[in-house]
């Protein structure tokens, strides 16, 4: 009973949650204002008329709870699927996430496993107050055991879920929320997943490779789109699942064009794309015809928003930075 | 079984819902002028509070957690404190900021998305609004610390919401002022919502006071709608944490308002408990005592209004006319010095066509 | 105010510390059968503490927790729990472990730093001991979530130290099983020291029972050098616990021993303090109960004392003998199946020469 | 009045905590156990004798606190000293220090100051329980406003722990504990501090640039004899600053040898080497002869001790990888 709609990243959101809870009655959601309200930006909204008041629960607040309960219920053979309002909020879930989610199945040798998804939605460029506007994806990235997976469109945020939820290991599940309610597609709610260690090539290209995730994905599209007026052809890749990383994809890719920009909206040092880099530093160096450059948000704090768009990457830095990459030859 | 139904945690109340009083007022505040002072500073509030939410209806700030009803809470919390203890507030305490001295101006930079509003001129020492509820709690606890060894007869004031107290850090904060004795008073402003959470579903606890129990530090209620009340007990309390007898205070209140600019609550609540609530206005109670007993009239009412108006207007006005903040500020306040690393990032910011 | 010391915590005992009763036994531990298999389970877990501080003398297991002085309170969860039961426990609570069919050599394989120790057969869905504090508390929460989710008569058992109580994810967990009226039962096993810091250092609580208060549910003390106490006050938790009351037990005993092998508790307790502890040694007081009471006898002690370290003899041969697991089980039990990407780090490790 | 004495990183340590007590009062100490204890690795020793219950301070086992006191005391003008008893406990600390420490001074425009260090052991390498040999330096080194800082000698941990107590913002500083006790030098008591953002040459060399930090830099010393003893000069960096890094060094570095090894202990994806070859990878694209090779820790959980060797990187790994970079020309 596949229908096709046409959805937001939310709405693929709260798609894929209802097929999941419909599919499998192990999957539970909760977390803070998940039932009644829907959650704050309406991700889970309906769940609790449709599947009741065991399987949505609004938690008392208290992050560290939240994921030490998504513990426990994996554990015992639920699949929970635990919310984190905003990422700003997600670091008192660290030591449960570090120090037992990643771990239980390799701590047991395999006797108790940890099939739980944790989601949150990241990011800035909502013009949010302070502390709700947080990138720190490669925290969780640096995590042995568990998955990282940010989706940047509605099919993906839908496909992607599903995996994840199905996914017998720990999954970290960020939202890039300021692409919640910007673009549509139709999306088939077949229960199709997208599998979970794969980058996607958002777009062929031949003299650079752009790679980025989340949010800045849209901004290095339209990068792209500009290039390609002045016929720079990219190649697109989108990381959304940052952890286990593919990078066979993106080496693959330099190995064409010769030339990499990475995108993201954390701050640089020790940011994701980090790790994007020396990973072609060291498996694809001398397909590099150009040095590899990061457009990331500043070393700084996210600041308010006055200036948040002074923090954030945007179309024009990346282009500018695709520039310089493609002045070498 | 000890069980928290034995409990007698101690209510205080002075003023009732229709402004009558419910027992003699503490000497203190017995005085009309200084119940018209208190008076004053709760329909600044919640002046402040109304322009707030038609500045961001309008565009002109972000999204602003509304103090409608929590009046009492704030100014009577802010009337008992002196100016060299230090408030670490939640979000939504912007009554009691306002009463200590920080500019209206200021709290609307703030949540227009501007840092220099925490950087306000007035009590210094006072920490910015705490977003990462609960959070405060260890840092207050550290604070009271450090006047405890300097000696100091000072007290730091945590003040935040009832779905605070579900946190750990909360819990591990207010652990520490008992074990250490710290010159602390958590105040608890139980509004009866974490956004769409009620009351009863943070805690099987019958009453927030209660949880000082856990800590081996005092505990008790008042009605937080009743500013009397709270400016007594949070006043005894601060006494007696100056004396090294940490406490909590919870005061039972309403929000009144939305979560916040972006919330909708009647998704998740009923209007007549909306109303009802409404009868326990803490302005009107005031309002309502000041008439019946000391000689309040429409004349003042009016005078009043609009001397605060006046006040809000030229805030609005400072906080509209403020000159934007240059974007090297990004890198300005990360460090006291800007590590040499760090230099070609500023430069590249401000090298950049949107500096 | 509602302070700590109005409280009437309830504090129960049975044996005094000469082992003469101080009230009629509960009927369920009174027959001398029941309590022989209960001393016989402490007797035991003394052996396999000792047998495994020499291991570790003798470089063949690691750092270890020793449960000494805290045999009681081990073996009467232990004993008040049902096999459907599931347990969380710290790192101190071999002797609840092994009452629940944990194998002695397993624990020693964890201990002796190989992950095998906590893949065992016995209780499958217990979980393996929580070395970071107060941890397992919201996961414990978890689990009896789990089981009232599915309408299962299960009861999630937490064990945790003193210092245990002073952690945000304790007060957490706690405040979920009151709100949710979980089937949860924690027990605190209060053996007065956190490494070097002494109870009083960690909350200004007068007793640990009464953190329960703050969340709203049962909180009871128990002499927890007291089997026969332990096994009725957690067994009657329990039976509360799973009709939806959750509790707090705290257990009031002594840690004997160093914090760990690598501890030097002399640095920093006095040896009278420990003296005077050894005076309410739980395994003593059995055996003097029995003695008395039930015509225990030194030819019953002896065959006793020999038919355990027997036991804990093949254990430690089991122990000694296991094989060493293949290092690619780095690799083997990180996700259920390794995802390409680190396929190639496993194969680098096992092409290594240590492999 | 500066005396010389043969000491071991611990014992450096410890005469920094009470150089540093001794000359500005403001500075106190607390954690878990670093009163009567002297700390569990007796850092702290002999502190509560010399300077009193109300300078050193047993804190109750409660990390978030801890993180949370120092916040509250640094406000207040005093210069906190946090222990956290060992790495894997650190995580409870993080909300605090991502969300308040690191930036209470971009948050109120300077009104407001957190001049706090936050230290901890970390790494293993010596056989210790579950959860006591973390590494995950990089979370850390990722969150803008914090100084991260790592030394491997006596007479650095001297001079960084001084500097970093003297510093006015956050400082993050990592004791490599299974240095602790291994190597001794004479450290002149003389309270003069070490740079904060620089990196050591430890070794000039140059065929190739090895770059570590904590307990890894003695492997990689080791490595280099190894290498040396084959004619292979190498050129050893020590990042003993992670955060700011200094690139500078580690590029001109890369400069004069077109090759580059980089070496730690903590899981391989998202750790701070990867920063470092990033930088490179951006900044000195064109002077790299080779690709640019990590020796990391795997992208597992840390083994329980009997597979720790079987994790950490050793001299062998490195002089393997030395020795495939120094294949290409
Ligand atoms: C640690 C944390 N988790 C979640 C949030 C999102 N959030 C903002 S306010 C709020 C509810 C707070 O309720 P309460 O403490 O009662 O304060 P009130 O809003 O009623 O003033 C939540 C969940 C947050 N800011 N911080
Ligand atoms: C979160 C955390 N912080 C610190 C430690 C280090 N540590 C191990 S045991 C211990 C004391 C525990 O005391 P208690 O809870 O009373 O248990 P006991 O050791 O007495 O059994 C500490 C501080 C830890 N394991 N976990
Ligand atoms: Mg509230
Ligand atoms: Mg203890």
């Known amino acids: ?329 | 079984m000890a069980s928290a139904a034995d409990l007698d945690i101690h209510h205080t109340a002075y003023l009732g819902p229709d402004g009558e009083p419910l027992q003699a007022l503490p000497e203190s505040l017995s005085a009309p002028e200084s119940l018209v002072a208190l008076y004053r500073d709760m329909v600044f509030a919640r002046l402040f509070d109304t322009r707030a939410i038609a500045l961001q209806r309008t565009g002109r700030l972000g999204t602003y957690a509304s103090l409608l009803g929590q009046e009492a809470v704030g100014v009577g919390v802010g009337h008992a404190m002196r100016a060299e203890d230090v408030l670490l507030p939640s979000f939504r305490e912007h009554a009691v900021q306002l009463k200590r001295g920080v500019q209206a101006e200021e709290i609307y930079r703030y949540w227009g998305g501007d840092e220099r509003g925490s950087d306000f001129a007035g009590p210094k020492e006072d920490f910015p609004v705490c977003i990462t509820v609960g959070g405060h709690t260890p840092q207050a606890a550290g604070v009271a610390l450090a006047f405890k060894l300097r000696g100091e007869p000072r007290v730091a004031v945590c003040v935040m919401g009832d779905g605070a107290t579900s946190k750990g850090d909360f819990y591990e904060g207010l652990n520490a002022a008992g074990v250490w004795q710290l010159p602390f008073v958590c105040v608890v402003t139980n509004n009866q919502w974490a956004i769409s959470t009620p009351r009863r579903e943070q805690t099987a606890a019958e009453t927030l006071a209660q949880k000082a129990i856990a800590v081996g530090i005092e505990g008790e209620q008042v009605d937080g709608n009743d500013v009397v009340a709270v400016a007594a007990v949070v006043g005894s309390a601060l006494a007696q944490a100056r004396a090294g007898r940490p406490a909590l205070v919870e005061c039972l209140t309403y929000r009144l308002g939305d979560h916040t600019t972006v919330d909708d609550a009647s998704r998740y609540r009923e209007d007549a408990e909306v109303s009802a609530a409404w009868q326990r206005d803490p302005v009107a109670r005031l309002r309502l005592y000041l008439t019946n007993q000391a000689g309040w009239n429409k004349d003042r009412e009016q005078a009043l209004l609009a001397e605060c108006e006046q006040a809000i207007e030229r805030a609005v006005e400072a906080y509209l006319e403020t000159p934007p903040e240059p974007v090297g500020s990004l890198f300005d306040f990360l460090y006291e010095r800007l590590p040499e690393p760090l230099a070609a990032q500023r430069k590249a910011l401000l090298g950049g066509d949107r500096g």
């Open chain 1, 1 to 329: 009973m596949a229908t096709v709609a046409e959805v937001n990243l939310l709405g693929a959101v709260n798609l894929a949650l209802k097929r999941a809870m419909t599919e499998d009655e192990r999957v539970i959601v909760f977390g803070e204002d998940v039932g009644v309200d829907g959650g704050v930006f309406r991700a889970t909204d309906g769940l609790l008329q449709s599947f009741g008041p065991k399987r949505v629960l609004d938690t008392p607040l208290a992050e560290t709870l939240i994921a030490g309960l998504a513990v426990g219920l994996a554990a015992q053979g639920f699949r929970p699927v635990a919310e984190i309002q905003f990422m700003g909020f997600i670091y008192a879930t660290l030591d449960q996430m570090i120090n037992h989610a990643s771990r239980l199945r390799t701590r047991t040798r395999g006797r108790l496993t940890c099939p739980m998804v944790l989601r949150a939605p990241y990011g800035g460029g909502i013009h949010a107050p302070e502390h709700h506007s947080e990138s720190t994806e490669s925290l969780f990235a640096h995590v042995p055991g568990l998955r990282v997976v940010i989706p940047s469109t509605p099919a993906d945020a839908y496909g992607l879920l599903l995996s994840a939820i199905r996914d017998p290991d720990p999954v970290v599940f960020l939202e890039p929320k300021r692409l919640y309610r910007q673009v549509s597609e139709p999306v088939e709610d077949d229960g199709t997943g997208v599998p979970l260690d794969r980058c996607r090539v958002r777009r062929a290209g031949s003299d650079i490779t752009l790679v980025s995730w989340g949010a800045m994905m849209h901004e290095t599209l339209a990068a792209a789109d500009a290039l390609g007026a002045d016929g720079i052809s990219s190649e697109v890749i989108d990381v959304c699942t940052l952890k286990p990383l593919d990078t066979a994809t993106i080496l693959d890719s330099v190995s064409r064009t010769g030339r990499l920009v990475i995108v993201h909206e954390a701050a640089r040092t020790a940011g994701f794309g980090a790790e994007v880099a020396a990973s072609v530093a060291e498996a694809g160096l001398f397909d590099l015809k150009a040095p590899v450059l990061r457009v990331t948000g500043w070393d700084t704090v996210m600041p308010l928003p006055r200036h948040e768009s002074a923090y954030l990457p945007d179309a024009a830095r990346i282009v500018e930075a695709a520039r310089r990459v493609m002045a070498y030859d």
